[in-house]
């Protein structure tokens, strides 16, 4: 049974370029959040989709997007990078119910320069 | 607002040693509350989780943690630790009716032989 996996595992991108990361959902999970985990820090919570809309998100800027698609894999995309963006994404899955277990994958770390 | 807390940065142990890593949290009701473990280059792992009833929780790997509704605390503990206990250790809580979780910076676990 495969597990959240993410794609790319590394990348680095210049300011103002944009990214986008991938996810794909533990099997039988249809929802999917994004987490951003800076170096020393704890995750924190960016947004979350489920049947294909965003149903909940934190505190962050509307540079940053996502979508769910049919088959609940999900894409963080990100707008005009800043050198703060640089962080470790992190995707989670879980069945979508309030008490549902989150199941994270190892994770995108992108880099800014 | 909810907030996590943990107090400790870094913890070092001696291997077989007993563990105890702190949490506090701030929220009115009572909060559904988790500990995770991340090693280097991994992602989230769930330990233990409480919603209710019990105080005393008994999760994976041989950790236990306590809510303490009059401390606000949910301390994450181990009888003798492991030297593959070595890892990173995230408290989180969420709200009742959301999906978001908040995590605390985390504790830096290390094991000496």
């Known amino acids: 049974d495969a597990g959240v996996t993410q794609s790319p595992t590394h990348l680095i991108k210049t300011r103002g370029q944009q990214v986008t990361l991938r996810c794909s959902p533990k099997?039988?999970?249809?929802?999917v959040s994004w987490y951003q985990q800076a170096l020393g820090q704890g995750p924190q919570f960016i947004f979350q989709y489920y049947e294909e809309e965003e149903r909940q998100r934190g505190n962050f800027p509307d540079r940053f997007s996502g979508h769910q698609f049919p088959n609940y894999s999900s894409e963080l995309n990100v707008n005009a990078l800043l050198l703060g963006d640089s962080a470790l994404y992190l995707c989670?899955?879980?069945?979508?119910?309030?008490?549902?277990?989150?199941?994270f994958g190892e994770g995108s770390r992108l880099t800014v320069l | 607002a909810q907030s996590v807390t943990q107090p400790d940065i870094h913890i070092t142990v001696s291997e077989g040693a007993s563990l105890e890593l702190r949490c506090n949290y701030s929220y009115g009701a009572t909060p559904y509350l988790f500990w995770y473990v991340q090693s280097p280059g991994q992602g989230l792992q769930l330990l233990l989780k409480?919603?209710?009833?019990?105080?005393l929780v008994q999760g994976i790997k041989g950790f236990e943690a306590e809510f303490k509704r009059s401390q606000s605390s949910f301390n994450l503990r181990k009888p003798s630790v492991h030297w593959s206990d070595a890892a990173e250790y995230f408290c989180?809580?969420?709200?009742?009716?959301?999906?978001?979780?908040?995590f605390g910076t985390g504790t830096r676990l290390k094991v000496l032989a």
């Open positions: 989670a899955s879980s069945d979508g119910t309030a008490t549902g277990e989150l199941f």
């Open positions: 989180a809580v969420a709200a009742s009716g959301t999906y978001k979780y908040i």
């Open positions: 409480y919603f209710s009833g019990d105080t």
């Open positions: 099997s039988g999970h249809d929802t």
